[in-house]
């Protein structure tokens, strides 16, 4: 059974860090493309970062340079180091792997950006 689980959601401040992960059983990381969305109240769910089966890193705009995605095969883990938070950021954030018969996703771990 394949199976998502996020960790490392919670409250921090502005400018502050968090470092999310998602920890993968029942496949092996490196043959899926691999990421992270988030869905802030009201708005559709995002593509955040995102690592291929091939190693290509795809970030979205307003992320870039703040927010770090990367995965430890050995752990079956997929982490996003999220640096320079902004009240923006502020979303349940979900791990998904897309494979050919079907996409996956996990519970989701809220990240709120406040002071």
């Known amino acids: 059974q394949l199976v998502l689980v996020e960790s490392g959601g919670g409250l921090v401040q502005p400018g502050g860090t968090l470092r999310l992960s998602c920890a993968a059983s029942g496949f092996t990381l490196d043959a899926y493309a691999i990421g992270w969305f988030r869905q802030a109240p009201g708005t559709e769910r995002e593509l955040v970062a995102a690592?291929?089966?091939?190693?290509?890193?795809n970030y979205v705009d307003s992320v870039k340079g703040r927010f770090t995605i990367s995965k430890d095969n050995a752990k079956n883990t997929v982490y996003l180091q999220m640096n320079s938070l902004k009240p923006e950021d502020t979303a349940v954030y979900y791990c998904h792997l897309h494979t050919p018969a079907q996409d996956y996703w996990g519970q989701g771990t809220q990240v709120t950006v406040s002071s």
């Open positions: 690592i291929t089966s091939g190693g290509n890193i």
